[in-house]
């Protein structure tokens, strides 16, 4: 589904990507940790061209990314991404914020389009919240819609950076939940986060990446019970 191959990129001098090679299947969950800086959130701002990378290539299903004769929008309808901040329109409605784009770029009708936002609600748990703008909901409520308007293109593919980070403890749950319950649904699911018991239960591999670098590969029980590299290990102490 997703695949990358010898991905490097720099910053001026700062070479952040040092050769990153990756494959993700249909339906897999990968979960993507490592220190702050390592380079995790430029992989998935790679993935759909945010960042454009320096060399190497990224393919999902038939789509090379980064061909640059490629419609990068044809990309971004295929990869849906989730931020640490939830950047919804605040002078539109939850319904309107997940709408938006099924109308403007796929070019449904209105009804259409809300016929999907309303389901997409109800698998958030907001159904009741349609007409409520961003500022009158709950951070995770907020987070569940960004979900919901990033699922709303019907991608392939779901990228998400620390969706959970910015949260108050008691409203983190609530968004994994809805994580959780598209991973049994068979979303393929790139994760990047600092929620361990998430990685645990819900990933099917874990990837360290230090340094720009992956540093070790592994199932979720071998990562978290029997590591390969004194990387992984020092890793693992420092977030107990
Ligand atoms: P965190 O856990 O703190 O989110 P990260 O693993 O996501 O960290 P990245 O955001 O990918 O790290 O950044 C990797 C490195 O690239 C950092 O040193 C960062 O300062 C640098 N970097 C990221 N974006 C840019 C940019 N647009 N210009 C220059 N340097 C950048
Ligand atoms: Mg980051």
Sequence with gaps: MVTIK?????FGDLEVLKG????????EVVVILGPSGSGKSTILRCINRLEEPTSGQIIIDDIEVTNPRTDINKVRQRVG????QFNLFPHMTALQNITL?????QKKSKQEAEKIGLELLKKV????KANSYPMQLSGGQQQRVAIARALA???DVML????TSALDPELVKEVLDVMKNLAMDGMTMIVVTHEMNFA?????????????VIVEENTPDQFFTNPQHERTKRFLNMIK
């Design 153 to 155: 293109m019907r991608p």
């Design 6 to 10: 010898d991905l490097r990129k720099r």
């Design 200 to 212: 645990k239960e819900v990933g099917d591999r874990i990837i360290l990446i230090d340094g720009g």
């Design 101 to 105: 784009a099924p109308m403007k770029v």
């Design 125 to 128: 748990g907001l159904l009741d």
């Design 160 to 163: 998400f950076d620390e969706v």
């Design 81 to 84: 991404m989730v931020f640490q």
């Design 20 to 27: 990153v090679n990756m494959e993700v299947k249909k339906g």
